[in-house]
């Protein structure tokens, strides 16, 4: 460890808190620190290399030092950084919305800016809300039904319809409760049937709880495609359409949390567009603006909108907002990940890469303490259990996702678990030869610490 870096490593452990990091076991390690970008690598203060598996928390889309991104974000920093939307427009946030409106599925024409992931599922629960408070005399439509092993961030309200333990119990007496419908193949799911059958089942479950308390309920919100958090949990094809229908039916609001699977990691841009279901909602971050900068949106229809105008003495206006709303530097960037899209052909270009992703994940089918591999798009979970019959998973106190992420490192591989579940989320602009190694090493730690 040359002399930078050992004083970096001093003053991390000096003053930072990091995020979902017991700081007893960071402060007898020896961290990374991060130094530079390039392609879909990252280099450290060692000047190390490392394959970015994570895309920066499943953040990044084209790499890093994107030059089209750079150049807008320098561009606009000529002109200026930062200025307010409220009571003022700025150029690159209303060049945003529009693109995004042009892209999102339809009906969805409104779009409100906001920072992060959770912000943007907040902005979403508080807009249903007050749509309802302000359409009936009599509003009864108060709660929100989720699913089992959802997660919606780290606010209060997305804690609220968020359902991990590790993230939500501690702080359960600060909650507002909720209805939850099963969600497919999750294991805390109470219908016990035989995954995709189960989807039927879980659509079944939800209806009959929807029909006994669709009065009180404004809105049902749902991460499309897969659960992210809760080990990448593929929904059986249908699901979604099938949770669309229901809410359509029995007249309450469907939220779309498509944070994780938004701008390709699915295979399309939004993962609502597999099964052409338009939500009253979509929550957009992480990839918005490419891996650059906080950013998100939430986008909602005109029926929404007209329910927030009134006289100013009639206090209809939605009363939310965040300092940074519509950031012109994070909206130029927005601007530039979108051009990049269209100019590059990524979703076209991403084809190949999922065929070649599920191809090469068969070879893990074969590993001894295996539970399950799971794939959508670009998208994968590779689930460690210690008994591969009865799925019993390993003690907690082994970490063994952690440490197998921690052996990936050593052959120059950047990845994250979710507890015992190996995530596979590279950046899009992943090269083939580049997958190829990031799941060879991948399987290789995986039988070192295991067989």
Not at 25 to 34: A, C, R
Not at 325 to 332: D, E, I, K, S, Y
Not at 379 to 408: I, N, Q, W, Y
Request: proline share 4%; hydrophobic share 40%; glycine share 10%.
């Amino acid at each position: 460890m040359n002399g930078k870096t050992k004083k970096l490593v001093a003053l991390d452990k000096r003053h930072l808190w990091h995020p979902f990091t017991q700081m007893k076991d960071w402060n007898t390690s020896t961290p990374l620190v991060i130094e530079r970008g390039q392609g879909n690598c990252l280099i450290d203060t060692e000047g190390k290399k490392y394959l970015d598996g994570a895309a920066s928390l499943w953040t990044n889309v084209h790499g890093h030092r994107k030059k089209e991104i750079d150049a807008a974000i320098k561009k606009q920093l000529g002109l200026i950084a930062h200025s307010t939307l409220l009571g003022l427009a700025n150029v690159p946030s209303v060049l945003l919305a529009d693109k995004l409106v042009e892209i999102a599925p339809k009906g969805l024409t409104k779009v409100f800016f906001s920072d992060d992931g959770s912000t943007a599922v907040e902005v979403a629960l508080k807009m249903s809300y007050q749509y309802w408070e302000q359409t009936r005399k009599k509003n009864t439509k108060q709660r929100f039904i989720a699913f089992t092993g959802a997660y919606h961030g780290d606010t209060l309200g997305g804690m609220s319809v968020g359902e991990i333990d590790v993230f939500v119990e501690k702080y359960r007496p600060l909650l507002f409760k909720n209805l939850r419908g099963p969600y497919p193949y999750c294991y805390r799911c109470p219908v016990k049937k035989t995954y995709p059958s189960c989807s039927l089942a879980c659509l079944d479950s939800f209806e009959r709880i929807v029909k006994k308390h669709h009065k009180e309920l404004a809105a049902c919100i749902i991460e499309p495609g897969f659960e992210g958090a809760s080990g990448m949990i593929v929904a059986p094809k249908g699901f979604l359409k099938g949770v669309r229908e229901i809410t359509k039916k029995y007249g309450i609001h469907l939220i779309a949390d498509e944070v994780a699977a938004g701008f390709g990691r699915t295979g399309r841009m939004f993962a609502c567009e597999a099964e052409g279901v338009n939500p009253n909602f979509m929550c957009l971050a992480k990839g918005l603006t490419g891996g650059y900068l906080p950013l998100a949106a939430t986008l909602t229809t005109d029926k929404v909108y007209r329910a927030f105008l009134g006289r100013y003495d009639e206090f209809r206006a939605f009363f939310h907002g965040h300092t940074y709303t519509g950031n012109p530097l994070g909206c130029a960037a927005g601007l530039a990940n979108l051009e990049t899209f269209k100019k590059e052909k990524i979703l076209e270009n991403l084809k190949p890469k999922i065929k070649l992703l599920a191809a090469l994940l068969e070879k893990f089918k074969s590993l001894r303490h295996l539970g399950d591999v799971r794939q959508i798009g670009l998208v994968a979970g590779v689930e460690l259990v210690e008994d591969k019959k009865t799925k019993k998973s390993f003690p907690a106190a082994m970490r063994l996702g952690h440490r197998v992420c921690m052996e990936a490192r050593k052959h120059g591989l950047i990845i994250r678990p979710l507890g015992d579940t190996i995530v596979i989320m590279p950046p899009l602009s992943i090269k083939e030869t580049e997958l190829k190694k990031m799941m060879r090493v991948v399987y290789g730690c995986i039988r070192e610490l295991t067989e």
